[in-house]
């Protein structure tokens, strides 16, 4: 949503640029005065935050204003100067990257606020130098930046968790039990982390991550009956049947886990948390919840989990996948999210990191989420070999009666799988162990084989069956190419439907005044100038999209990745758009190589980082910008060569249809990725380039 305001609104700032005669006004002046307002937007849309009961319109309207400041001076740089739009583009581009670097730093240096406080700080100093003495008084751009610096630096504004516009389980935790507040606060470019104490509860704490993604950290149990009812919660049973000697804890969250392990005696505890917040509110709450980050037996990581394993030479007794949520009213957000804890690859990874007679268990949420890691794990196992009900008796399915209700009937099951098939002895075994502890047994196989996994083991029903006939939502296997694994929709989830929606109205009314403002240019010609700087805002989204989820396990860190590959992405095209003016057979076939690029890695990526995987940080990290460079430098150059072809006039009218584009791209990639993949969105993306190939032959006539 943000970046769709963002793209549409520059794309109305360059249309306001394009009804502006530009012989009447001084570019120095426009320039000048849409950076003041941008930041006199940006201070009066924070300075509305405490005032306003639901802001959300507001911020929409204000940011929409924001955002077509920026695409005017865009679009007016370029029509002042289109014969030099590749230079221009060039350190557009670079300035993108370099900003991309800095609002990283600024992230994990301060507060979000504060971090964005100084970009209008930034645009009121550029003011200064593009201000004209004779037309506009250059103390008016001084004056702005004091302003903006005051704000950011020494009155820097604060956000209140208990009245944010969109409730989040933090809001409501805040403000349904009054004895609830935050204790700890620390933030980073990944995110928000609190701390959050209830006075009626002294025994635990909450963790969230922005507000969601609760999770439990709990006073060190010192009394016997303290110990007893930890040992007493099914999450605990894993450590209780396995008894191992190592184990990977893949999500720890506030804790939990690694008390359970410590508990149970294992000897060598491998944590890895993807916050490097959450890791430190951990280490400052150490005489609370018993130091369990400096246990000598625990080694805590800040690393993505799976990333972790791939890279890793151990293998484990137990690995353990904590809640990613611990309320299953937070699913909702997490629909649209890419998941790669619980893909088929993701389980494959697991098993071949598990010893002999190791175990994975996976702690879930409800029906759909049990379902789902059931039949991804079926379908991990049979390509690794097994038949489908061969499969199914790798697999034990448990409740725990006490966390179950009338409304939710498999609240929070556990699934264990084993590396090895479970015999009939092991079953007994197994069913005499959970009768003991309480727990409802829904699978283990041989012995109490009922349900849809009982159906599968005993030849009944196929996993390609049991996902038609379940009506009720999509249970499909998820992949690393579609790794949507809490999107149950069949079919288009309703936000994207809405989205569809609301760029079907606005892509009717871009077209009406696409015609109504036709410059003079034949309807043909016309035609394919639209088209091509359209086609370049949604290939550039689609390929963008699919490097990102080529390099996502590569890089680890989600925001490393998003960093590594917009910095790269940007940085390569500004070059290619530099290049552009000295190379001009790469030029003029720039999208055709583009094709050819995108096809050749969408095959050649899988094979090439899963062989690179152990490379060390920074080797990763230079293998990655080596991919995207001969990409981006051919990506960054036909769009600077469409403007410098096209009518001074028409300049404005590319910016605009090529930012609503971009808002198609983006919607685009995530539609088609939850049907048919990420890998079909990137190849897509080069498709979408040999149209233009063939478009810019018209452009200018």
């Known amino acids: 949503m943000i970046i769709s305001v963002a793209i549409l609104g520059i794309g109305l700032g360059a249309a306001v640029v394009q009804r502006m005669p530009a012989e009447k006004i001084d570019h120095q002046i ?42 005017a001076i865009s679009a007016t740089l370029f029509r002042a100067w289109s014969s030099q739009s590749e230079k221009l583009y060039a350190a557009d581009l670079t300035g993108g990257a370099l900003g991309a670097l800095l609002a990283l730093v600024l992230l994990n240096l301060t507060s979000g606020i504060t971090a964005l406080l100084l970009l209008p700080l930034l645009l009121s100093i550029a003011a200064i130098f ?16 004091l302003i903006f610096a005051q704000n950011a630096l ?8 208990a009245h944010l516009p969109t409730p989040k389980p933090l809001t409501r935790q805040l403000n349904e039990k009054p004895a609830t507040q935050i204790v700890y606060t620390t933030q980073d470019a990944l995110g928000r982390v609190d701390v959050v104490a209830n006075a009626q509860n002294p025994a635990q704490k909450l963790v969230f991550m922005d507000g969601a993604a609760g999770s439990v950290m709990y006073a060190n149990p010192e009394t016997q009956t303290e110990i007893a009812l930890q040992r007493a919660d099914l999450g605990y049973f894993p450590f209780l049947w396995i008894l191992p000697e190592n184990a990977l804890i893949i999500g720890p969250g506030g804790g939990k ?97 598990l010893s002999a007679d190791g175990w994975l268990a996976i702690k879930l949420y409800d029906e759909f989420t049990l379902t789902r890691a059931f039949t991804t794990v079926i379908q991990a196992l049979v390509e690794n070999g097994s038949s489908e009900a061969e499969a199914a008796r790798h697999v034990v399915v448990l409740l725990d009666p006490q966390a179950l209700s009338q409304e939710e ?52 029903t196929t996993i390609t069956e049991l996902v038609s006939t379940f009506e009720r939502g999509d249970i499909r296997p998820t992949s690393d190419t579609a790794p949507f694994f809490y999107e149950f929709n069949l079919g288009l989830p309703p936000l994207l439907k809405n989205l569809w929606g609301n760029l ?13 403002q036709k410059p003079k240019l034949s309807m043909l010609n016309y035609a394919a100038e639209n088209i091509y700087f359209f086609g370049l805002g949604i290939g550039f989204m689609l390929i963008e999209a699919g490097l990102l989820q080529h390099l996502s396990l590569f890089l680890g860190h989600p925001s490393l990745n998003l960093s590594v590959v917009l910095l790269a992405l940007l940085l390569s095209s500004g070059l290619g758009s530099w290049l552009s003016q000295l190379l001009p057979a790469i030029k003029k076939n720039a999208p055709l190589f583009v094709a050819i690029i995108v096809i050749v890695q969408a095959f050649m990526l899988p094979p090439l980082l899963q062989a690179t995987l152990q ?24 769009f600077p060569t469409g403007l410098a072809k096209t009518q001074q006039s028409f300049v404005p009218f590319a910016w605009g249809v090529n930012g609503v584009g971009s808002v198609v791209g983006a919607v685009a990639a995530i539609s088609l990725a939850m049907r048919f993949g990420f890998q079909a969105v990137f190849l897509l993306g080069g498709g979408i380039y040999i149209l233009i190939a063939a478009l810019t032959g018209r452009l200018g006539r």
């Not at 629909?335 to 990874?349: F, H, R, V």
Request: charged fraction near 15%.
């Open 130 to 145: 593009l201000t004209s003495e004779k037309k506009i008084p250059r103390i008016l751009p001084i004056l702005f930046a």
């Open 154 to 161: 020494w009155q820097p504004l604060q956000i209140d968790p």
């Open 504 to 516: 079907a109205v606005f892509l009717l009314i871009t077209l009406g005044y696409l015609a109504w």
């Open 409 to 460: 009937p498999f609240r929070n099951p556990l699934l264990l799988v084993a590396r090895d098939p479970i015999t009939l002895g092991k079953g007994e075994e197994l069913l005499r162990l959970v009768e003991s502890m309480r727990f409802i047994p829904v699978f283990i196989p041989h012995v109490v084989e009922q349900g849809a996994p009982g159906a599968v083991a005993q030849g009944q």
């Open 30 to 71: 426009r320039l000048s005065a849409w950076s003041a307002s941008f930041g006199i937007l940006l201070l009066a849309l924070f300075f509305a935050l405490p005032w306003i009961f639901d802001p959300r319109l507001l911020f929409t309207l204000l940011s929409l204003l924001i955002y077509a400041c920026i695409g």
């Open 257 to 353: 886990d690694i008390l359970f392990a410590h508990l149970a005696d294992v000897r060598e505890i491998d944590a890895v948390e993807v916050s490097r917040g959450v890791t430190d509110a951990l280490y400052a709450f150490a005489d609370y919840n018993g130091n369990l980050a400096n246990l000598p037996e625990v080694n805590l990581v800040v690393d993505e989990g799976r990333s972790y394993l791939r890279r890793s030479q151990k293998d484990y007794e137990l690995i353990y996948l904590s809640e990613v949520t611990s309320l299953s009213s937070e699913l909702a957000g997490y629909m649209l999210t890419e998941n790669y804890i619980y893909t088929t690859e993701a389980m494959q990874d697991y098993l071949s990191h």
């Open 615 to 638: 490379f060390p940080f920074w080797g990763r990290i230079g293998l990655a910008w080596l991919l995207i460079l001969p990409l981006g430098i051919v990506l960054g150059m036909p």
